[in-house]
Nanobody, 124 residues
Framework: QVQLVESGGGLVQTGGSLRLSCAAS????????MGWFRQAPGKEREFVAA????????YYADSTKGRFTISRDNAKNTVYLQMSSLKPEDTAVYYC?????????????????WGQGTQVTVSS
């Protein structure tokens, strides 16, 4: 069982930056692929970014490519999402998720473990 806790969310102006963290406990993250998702009010949860278990391979949604960077530090059991050039449409609750194995997934149902989420609000 993996427990995930996100942090780093907050209020930021358009064009600003935030770094989200996802700390894991219960199991070492080195055998899990990790993903970040987000959910805006009234919308479905959507894929943001993912990374394989070594951190060497990453994948991004078209809407976040070039602005967001996912990374991981397996020694610290933590995954990060560096967000830059933020836009009001990035406003959402951001969730990290874990799936056992090396291959990451862009689908919500591909992940077995989820954090509680952290709110990111981008003001215009």
């Amino acid at each position: 069982q993996v427990q995930l806790v996100e942090s780093g969310g907050g209020l930021v102006q358009t064009g600003g930056s935030l770094r989200l963290s996802c700390a894991a406990s219960g199991r070492t993250l080195s055998s899990y692929a990790m993903g970040w998702f987000r959910q805006a009010p009234g919308k479905e949860r959507e894929f943001v970014a993912a990374v394989n278990w070594s951190g060497r391979r990453t994948y991004y949604a078209d809407s976040t490519k070039g602005r967001f960077t996912i990374s991981r530090d397996n020694a610290k059991n933590t995954v990060y999402l560096q967000m830059s050039s933020l836009k009001p449409e990035d406003t959402a609750v951001y969730y990290c998720a874990a799936k056992q194995g090396d291959y990451y997934d862009t689908l919500v149902r591909g992940y077995a473990y989820w954090g509680q989420g952290t709110q990111v609000t981008v003001s215009s």
